[in-house]
């Protein structure tokens, strides 16, 4: 079975490697998963704990315990009868003193091998830059760090090369430079290797690697002398800036360099290499280039080869220049590959995903070669499921009312775009629209059009772009990216200049319209390519900041809707609706990953769960805040504004909403309010997301600059009603309102577990959420798990589930996850295979009930689950309905003639009458059931 069953996703790092991954195979086999997903794990900046800021993929992360650690997992995998799948970055690496590839190019500019590598605009509209990489790594103005010492030129005598060592930066003097630092020393015990750097001419670029190369070895060997060293010492210390000549010195050599040092600010306005996302220490790597692709894949392709690896989960496919091409080239290499596998070993296919996000209406590209998604798609489907639409009325009045914005999601997202390609992407968005401008002096029709014009066209339509990218090549625009432009014209036309509005059409024609291919010449076409290319790696950092890092973060109708994957706007699906998403799935991408928690989710599982809840209570949460507000109130303190001009509360309302909701849906189960560590345990976690949380809106603070005066003032209210002491009525109001919330949380979260593991798809089990899991937003969500006690929550799990009793624990949940995922393995045809049946449901209730049947020949599973549960449970706090509540309500299984089932998870047996089943038999004990033919 080439295709997982299962997969569990571990985040590995310096403090969870290969070895301590290794310990933990056998509980994951217990549980029946057929393949572990790990993060990346090649090798990445030091100390890295997510792995995806790689700075060469040429070998295995030597924190994970390099290639001998990865064997010795694999071994383990391997005698468990179990698979790896493994998360590649081949978007971006990380950029530093520790990547030689980057190193190179700072050495050596646009002659290095690798300047075409990263994707550097060498001639970007400042010459300054000219032939130089922007390096925006200080953290104050460059004169300033400058003049301050901070930047001092060393030598390295184990390598025999100079540098400009800025803490923990290390940028290299170019070679050429050599001669003349060596020279100031005026030692004659010098002159051969300033004979050797000066040799092939004096003018900047004529020196070889090979002479360079030999000059530095000349200066390792002087640098082993005491007299060599201390002639090196003096030639360092005309550059020293404690001495005006030192100052100057230093700076004329390091305006000589093929990079220009800056303050971070200004990598916002004036970078010229495409980065990820915003983040300036992760550079773009063109990988759409051959020898890129190979250099960067060489390791993964033996890896694969080798057969310690099954598939690859590729990341940020959308910020490639052309992802279908890549993921087709990817598949071919694979396939290429997989008769060299062991024999023993399912030869193909490798299993393929990618990440990406789709839009509410968007279909996953079927001409790329993939098996699917990554899962964030499901996730927002199944979360969807979980809300109940009369809900969506009050809280929008309640959100409206409290944040005093009267605008939906989609509102606060075109503000957001606007802001930031106002400042945080606003180097990308000048290169893209200059860009376009470029295109435009070359026809006589549309030269007249200016710079200033098509920026303020250009912003118009990013600021309504309603998906992550389209995918236009040298041939034009198919269909599908068709209707996304049709949509965003239509839209844009209603915030353009009514005299600028042709220009957006000639926008659409310059971004696929028109096809490059069709181009008058070849420099037109690299032009016109160019800017489609620049064009379709903007839109999904664009996309990606907007949405998921500052309007989820702004908008606070209810946060369990605002999840990786989903939009706020859509408040809530029918069971319909699921499972016609389940049946497109099955028909075109039967073996796409179905996630509901990840290393990238905002809220964990359950609490989102749980949150989600509070949509069935949407009347008696709305009344519920309006009375922790008036409890707290003595809580808020008072900021001032800008010169002190103007005070404003803090928290803000909105603000606080938000706070409560987390507050409600992250409570652990169990934490008794007069548990003074526990609680302040608690509440230092919620800081930490409270914090964040301000700094993405981007309203009140920033990353930037926070506002620590309203930061400091939130933090204070937390902690002020978080307090445990007998007088604080909110605390004791908060846990009796979370006590009324738990149960339907539970049901929910046990509903949209059981439909992760059998609905179509490859189900995915991020680390420990086979327990509860009340994590937040990272690194919260990477926090350690402790296996040891979901090991030992393990003895016993043979026996059935007898019902709800001790659910607390959360080892009904792993009890649930285990027989599950074991059945999966048994009747991997089934799953693998079998047809997808949405079923029936009739009777009093019928709206609370969930279920679908999958079907193979003369084989089949019957799936049910509870559906809006809050009207449905008792007073006595489980996360059950009473078998009474169901009355009549039943489940059409008139399509098979077995009428005996036995429940996976109870071990108990019910039956149909006249080809219905009754849920108050199926669900009598659970929430939750897994039929088979008993």
């Not at 670029?205 to 070895?217: F, I, P, Y």
């Not at 042709?502 to 069709?518: F, T, Y």
């Not at 009344?623 to 922790?628: L, S, Y």
Request: aromatic share 8%.
């Amino acid at each position: 079975m080439s295709i997982p069953s299962s997969t569990a996703r571990l985040q590995l790092h310096r403090d969870f490697n290969f070895e301590q991954a290794a310990e933990v195979v056998p509980y994951c086999a217990s549980l029946g998963v057929s393949h572990i997903y790990a993060s990346p794990i090649l090798t990445a900046r030091s100390g890295s704990m997510h792995g995806y800021d790689i700075v060469d993929p040429t070998h295995i992360n030597p924190e994970l315990g390099g290639e001998e650690g990865l064997r010795l997992l694999v071994g383990r995998l391997r005698a468990a009868d179990m698979g790896l799948i493994l998360d590649i970055v081949p978007n971006h690496m990380g950029v530093g003193a520790e990547n030689p590839w980057w190193q190179h190019v700072l050495e050596w500019g646009p002659g290095s091998p690798y300047a075409h590598w990263f994707d550097i605009d060498w001639h970007p509209a400042d010459e300054s830059l000219h032939g130089k990489v922007m390096a925006p790594f200080l953290g104050q103005p460059y004169g300033d760090v400058l003049g301050a010492g901070e930047i001092r030129l060393q030598f390295n005598a184990e390598r025999g090369k100079f540098h400009a060592a800025y803490y923990t930066h290390c940028f290299p003097i170019a070679p050429a430079d050599y001669a003349g630092i060596l020279r100031a020393a005026g030692s004659p015990r010098l002159n051969a290797a300033i004979a050797t750097f000066e040799e092939g001419g004096r003018e900047r670029g004529a020196l070889t690697q090979h002479n360079a190369d030999m000059g530095c070895s000349l200066l390792r060997e002087l640098a082993r002398s005491s007299e060599g060293r201390a002639d090196i010492e003096a030639a360092l210390a005309h550059y020293s800036v404690q001495t005006p000549q030192g100052f100057e010195n230093l700076h004329a050599l390091l305006e000589c360099q093929h990079y220009r040092l800056a303050w971070w600010r200004c990598a916002a306005d004036g970078i010229n290499w495409r980065r990820f996302f915003e983040v300036t220490d992760l550079a773009g790597v063109r990988v759409e280039q051959d020898e890129v692709f190979e250099a960067t894949h060489a390791l993964i392709f033996r890896l694969y080869t080798e057969g310690l690896i099954d598939g690859v989960r590729i990341d940020h496919v959308d910020g490639l220049a052309d992802p279908g091409a890549y993921c087709r080239k990817l598949r071919r290499r694979l396939q290429a590959l997989s008769a060299q596998r062991p024999p023993e070993l399912p030869p193909a296919p490798a299993y393929i995903v990618v990440e990406k996000i789709l839009a509410h209406d968007e279909q996953l590209r079927r001409d790329w070669d993939i098996d699917g998604t990554s899962g964030y798609d499901f996730m927002d489907r199944v979360g969807a499921l979980l809300h109940d639409p009369a809900g969506e009325a009050p809280l929008s009045a309640q959100w409206s009312e409290l944040s005093g914005r009267d605008l939906d999601f989609q509102d606060e997202v075109r503000l957001a775009r606007r802001q930031l390609l106002a400042a945080n992407l606003a180097g990308e968005f000048e290169a893209t629209a200059r860009s376009l401008h470029a295109v435009a002096r070359t026809d006589l029709r549309t030269r007249d059009y200016s710079l200033g014009a098509i920026r303020r066209v250009f912003t118009e339509l990013l600021v309504h772009f309603p998906v992550y990218r389209t995918y236009t090549g040298i041939q034009g625009r198919d269909e599908l990216d068709q209707e996304v432009i049709d949509r965003t014209l239509e839209k844009a036309r209603h915030s353009v200049e009514r005299t600028e509005a042709p220009l957006l059409d000639v926008l659409a024609r310059w971004l696929g319209g028109d096809a490059p291919r069709d181009a008058a010449s070849q420099r037109v076409r690299s032009l016109h390519q160019r800017a489609i290319t620049r064009f379709q790696q903007l839109t999904p950092p664009l996309a990606a900041k907007s949405v998921e890092d500052t309007a989820f973060y702004r908008y606070g109708r209810l946060l369990s809707r605002n999840e990786v994957g989903s939009d706020p706007c859509e408040f809530s699906i029918s069971v319909r609706e699921f499972h016609e998403a389940n049946l497109a799935r099955a028909a075109h991408f039967p073996h796409s990953m179905l996630a509901t928690a990840t290393h990238d989710h905002k809220r964990g599982e359950d609490v989102r769960a749980r949150i989600a809840a509070i949509s069935e209570l949407a009347g008696e949460w709305v009344r519920t805040v309006h009375e922790w507000m008036h409890l707290n109130a003595p809580a808020r303190g008072t900021v001032t504004g800008e010169g002190g001009i103007s005070a404003s509360v803090a928290p803000q309302p909105a603000d606080e909403l938000m706070l409560y909701q987390m507050l409600a849906g992250a409570w652990p189960i169990g934490l008794d309010i007069t548990d003074r560590e526990g609680v302040a345990q608690f509440a230092r976690r919620i800081e930490n997301w409270q914090t964040k949380a301000l700094r993405e809106a981007k309203q009140v603070s920033d990353w930037v600059m926070p506002n620590e005066e309203y930061e400091a003032a939130c933090r204070r209210f937390l902690l002020a009603i978080l307090d445990v002491k007998p007088e604080n009525a909110f605390l004791s109001a908060l846990a009796a309102f979370v006590r009324r919330l738990t149960p339907a949380g539970v049901v929910n979260s046990l509903a949209q577990t059981v439909l992760r593991m059998t609905s179509p798809g490859v189900p995915d089990l991020y680390q420990g959420t086979e327990f509860w899991d009340f994590s937040l937003v990272d690194p919260d969500n990477r926090r350690p798990v402790d296996y040891a006690a979901r090991l030992q929550a393990l003895q016993g799990a043979d026996a059935p589930i007898s019902g709800v009793a001790g659910w607390q624990s959360g080892r009904l949940k792993q009890q649930i996850v285990r027989r599950t995922l074991r059945l999966r393995a048994r009747e991997h045809d089934l799953f693998f295979r079998g047809a997808y049946q949405p079923l029936g449901v009739t009777g009093a209730q019928a709206s609370h009930a969930i279920g679908f049947a999958r079907r193979l020949k003369d084989r089949a599973a019957i799936v049910l689950a509870t559906h809006l549960p809050v009207r449905l449970l008792g007073d006595d706090g489980l996360p059950v309905a009473p078998a009474d509540v169901w009355q009549d309500t039943a489940a059409d299984l008139s399509f098979v003639t077995n009428s005996t089932w036995m429940d996976m998870y109870t071990g108990r047996t019910v039956r149909t009458a006249s080809g219905k089943l009754l849920m108050r038999d199926a669900l009598a004990l659970l929430p939750v059931a897994l039929l088979v033919e008993a």
